[in-house]
Every structure is written in structure tokens, then in C-alpha cells.
């Protein structure tokens, strides 16, 4: 099937849809910082973890970080290498396999260290082990995703450190971005060494996590190589890993719905769609943010109250039962007509991962199209795929 990539016509049910030539211009300039500062960038499934296009990965990349055992799974199975693990707690009953599909397995405290760090070399001699780190410091705004927030649940303080550690801990994980500049991870740098680089001497790696947002437009990735190199610099024994995830798939391709209705109620016209806010962009309500729309100008949130119908502006509302699945307002240029395509820009990482069923609601396939807008369809989903969830 060919479509037109600027207006996606002829598509008539929901679709996310990855462009090719958009994720190869992440993976070049991901593999160019790599290679440039010779750590290791690596994908992280939380953000992305669309299996089917791990080829295209493969050719840049040469491994992944899970944060459960369906991903370390998935890492081995279907990327073809093990996985960098986190969690927050392990568990009894999957740690033992966790371990075996795992080249690194971090530990988010000391006591989980203390319970499973044996049993883990146990099954798994060749496993490097670290700790997660807290430095205390972190420029997130949003506090649903500040790790570092008073009374986080992820990482070790300082404090709480040993003076001189176990042979088998090898590597401290550090993560508090999120979709942050080159100057953040600058500022942040100078509170993760100077809390602790005094165990920098007792460790092999250092993974500083996600959240730099690399492939953004604006981004400083000069400045990043610049930062990553004078860290080698003074200290050139320590291997490095990022694990962003949103860098990989940043701008790479839309949702695209439709049309099915529109209503007014108190003078607020809602076009209602075929997708659904809580079930497939969950992040728009969670965060809350308004994702971008195509031929649309984005206004702030309360702008449909009360606008006049010949304005055309519309809040934006899924097709679920939850009476906040809705997301406003945006102004469009015409009166939206029934069925007509309701494009939402950059909509394939911490999307397609986050989907879930609720309502049964219909799921949008996933596609991937290549510059020339050859599309080919990677799933669709049916009441089947519905029905197996509920099992």
C-alpha cells in the first residue's frame, strides 16, 4: 500500500505509522555520539520496544536495558543480545530467569543487593552487577517523573554507601533526565561525581540512564560529546552507558486517526475520534501536554470554551467511557467534517508501549513506511488480541 505522507490519504482506521528514513536519522546521529566518545548508547524498551523494526536497530546499535523479565526477554530473543536490567524490586519467583537473560543487572537498593546478589552470580557467573545511585539532584519539573523527588523510591544516597564494596559490584546506574538538554546533564554531572567519585575507583562502568534527548532539533550534542569526553578524561577506566529511549524514536512518525463525530455542548464543539487518550497517548493526560496536530494550531487548554463555532476550534475527544478522555483545543482552518484524518505529530515512543485495552477500545494497527510512502503493516489487532488480555 502507498500513501501520501503529508495528509495519509486514503487511510480510513487508526494507525501508527514509523517513517524509516526519520528512525535511521536518530540511529546515524545516536551511533555518531557513540562512536565519537566511545561509550555505549543502548535502547531502552520503556520508551520503544516495537520488535519488529530491531534489524534496522541492529545496524547501529549492539544492545538494549529492561526494566522486567518480559523485556529482558525480549532483549534476548528478539534483539539478539542480553540485556542491561533494572528494577525497582525484583522478585523470587522471576529473578533466577531475569539473570539469565541479563549481561548487566542493577540493583535499585542494598538490601535487594544483599538478598539476590549471590543467588544471582550463581546462575549466571558472567553477570555484572551494580547499585542505583540517587544523587539527590534533578531538574525535572513534572513530579510524576522526578526520580529524584523527596521520598523517591529509586536509589542509594550517598549516606548510605559502604566505604569499599563487594567484589562482584561492578557498575553504578544513575537516571534523572527526561527528555532533558546536553546543559542539564552538564549541571547534573558535577552532583553525581561530586557525591560519588569516591567509589569511581572500586567500579567498571557507569550508566548515567536516559532522558537526553539528543536527536531534539535544539539539542546541544556538541556540548554532550565535549561532556562525555572530559569525563574519560578523568576517568579513563570507566566504561559509559546512556540508555535514552525517547532519542531513538523522537519525531519519527504520527498517530493518525479519524473523525466520528462531532458535538457541542455550552458552546464547546469536541470532535470525537476513533482513538482514545487513555488507551493510546496516556502520557497527554498523565503529564497533562497537547501533542501537536497536523494543519492545527494549538491553543491553550480552555480556548474551545466558548468560541465561536465559526473559529473552528475543537477540543479533541477520544472514543471511551472515561468522561476526562479529552484534550483541548486546537484550531483548525475549516469545520471538521466526519471522516476526515486527525493527524497527532511524534506519537510512536512512550505510545505504542503504553497502549492498553480499556473499554475495548479498537487498537490502532502499527505500520512502517519508507521515504517513497510504501507502507507495510506491521499487527493489526482484533477481538482476539482483545479477548487474551482478558484471559
Known amino acids: 500500500m502507498t ?33 565519537a566518545t566511545d561509550v555505549e548508547i543502548i535502547l531502552a524498551f520503556k520508551a520503544y520496544a516495537l520488535w519488529k523494526t530491531f534489524p534496522i536497530f541492529k545496524e547501529y546499535i549492539g544492545a538494549t ?49 544483599a538478598r539476590y546478589a549471590q543467588r544471582v552470580k550463581a546462575g549466571n557467573p558472567k553477570i555484572s552487577i551494580g547499585l542505583r545511585v540517587n544523587p539527590e539532584y534533578s531538574e525535572v519539573g513534572t513530579d510524576l517523573y522526578n526520580p529524584c523527588a523527596p521520598g523517591t523510591r529509586f536509589g542509594v544516597t550517598a549516606d548510605k554507601l559502604p566505604v569499599t564494596f563487594p ?29 560519588f567519585s569516591p567509589w569511581f575507583s572500586q567500579l567498571k562502568w557507569i550508566n548515567f540512564g536516559g532522558g537526553h534527548l539528543m536527536t531534539r532539533s535544539d539539542y546541544d550534542v556538541d556540548l554532550l560529546i565535549r561532556i562525555l569526553e572530559g569525563f574519560h578524561d578523568r576517568y579513563p577506566h570507566l566504561q559509559v552507558i546512556l540508555e535514552p529511549g525517547s532519542a531513538f524514536a523522537w519525531q519519527t512518525g504520527p498517530l493518525v486517526s479519524q473523525v466520528v463525530d462531532v458535538v457541542e455542548d455550552h458552546g464547546i464543539q469536541t470532535a470525537i475520534l476513533n482513538v482514545s487518550f487513555t488507551c493510546h497517548m496516556p502520557d497527554c493526560l498523565e503529564m497533562p501536554y497537547q501533542p501537536a496536530v497536523r494543519n492545527a494550531k494549538t491553543l491553550p487548554m480552555e ?52 497502549t492498553n485495552t480499556f473499554n475495548g477500545i479498537s487498537h490502532p494497527a502499527l505500520g512502517i513506511a519508507d521515504d517513497s510512502g510504501n507502507l507495510t503493516i506491521l499487527r493489526e489487532y482484533d477481538y482476539e488480541d482483545y479477548k487474551s488480555r482478558m484471559d
Open 303 to 354: 480556548a474551545a470554551n466558548g468560541a465561536s463555532l465559526d473559529a473552528y476550534i475543537y477540543r479533541l475527544g477520544g472514543n471511551s467511557c472515561l468522561s476526562g478522555d479529552f484534550m483541548g483545543s486546537w484550531q483548525f482552518d475549516h469545520q471538521l467534517q466526519i471522516g476526515e484524518n486527525i493527524i497527532f505529530e511524534d506519537m510512536i515512543h512512550y505510545t505504542t508501549v503504553k
Open 3 to 35: 500513501v501520501d505522507l503529508t495528509t495519509f490519504a486514503g487511510i480510513h482506521r487508526p494507525i501508527y505509522i514509523l517513517e524509516e528514513s526519520k528512525l535511521r536519522r536518530n540511529l546515524e546521529l545516536i551511533q555518531h555520539v557513540a562512536k
Open 65 to 113: 536495558t529492561a526494566s522486567s523479565l518480559n523485556e529482558a526477554k525480549l532483549a534476548f530473543y528478539e534483539f539478539g543480545s542480553k540485556a542491561h536490567t533494572f528494577s525497582p524490586a525484583y522478585t523470587d519467583y522471576e529473578i533466577d530467569e531475569i539473570a539469565k537473560y541479563s549481561s548487566h543487572l542493577t540493583f535499585n537498593s542494598l538490601s535487594q543487593y
Open 167 to 195: 567484589n562482584d559490584v561492578e557498575g553504578f546506574h544513575c537516571h534523572c533526565h527526561c527528555e532533558s538538554g546536553a546543559d542539564v546533564f552538564q549541571r547534573t554531572l558535577q552532583h553525581i561525581e561530586e557525591k
